[in-house]
């Protein structure tokens, strides 16, 4: 079994930063993939961006040149630094890992940005 946690949300004004960490825990041999996605009311779940075990990332572009992934193998951890936040981030955000041939998911953290 496999549990992903998700910390570090909350609520920040407008061009604030946030940063979200996710930690994975359980039967892990390796984990592939690593990503977060975000989820806002009425809105299906959409790719933030997501990290390789090598160290590769991808992004939404509407988050490029603002949110930085990043992740620790040691830890089975990924971060996801958020900066110069904007109102339209506000959205419940989940991680994800690839282990194996399946996807596991967070519960996800409530991210709201004030205007």
């Known amino acids: 079994q496999v549990q992903l946690v998700e910390s570090g949300g909350g609520l920040v004004q407008a061009g604030g930063s946030l940063r979200l960490s996710c930690a994975a825990s359980g039967s892990i041999l390796r984990i592939n993939r690593m990503g977060w996605y975000r989820q806002a009311p009425g809105n299906q779940r959409d790719l933030v961006a997501w990290i390789t075990s090598g160290g590769s990332t991808a992004y939404a572009s509407s988050v490029k040149g603002r949110f930085t992934i990043s992740r620790d193998n040691a830890k089975n951890t990924v971060y996801l630094q958020m900066n110069s936040l904007k109102p339209e981030d506000t959205a419940v955000y989940y991680c994800?890992?690839?282990?194996?041939?399946?996807?596991?998911w967070g519960q996800g953290t409530q991210v709201t940005v004030s205007s």
């Open positions: 994800s890992a690839d282990i194996q041939a399946l996807t596991f």
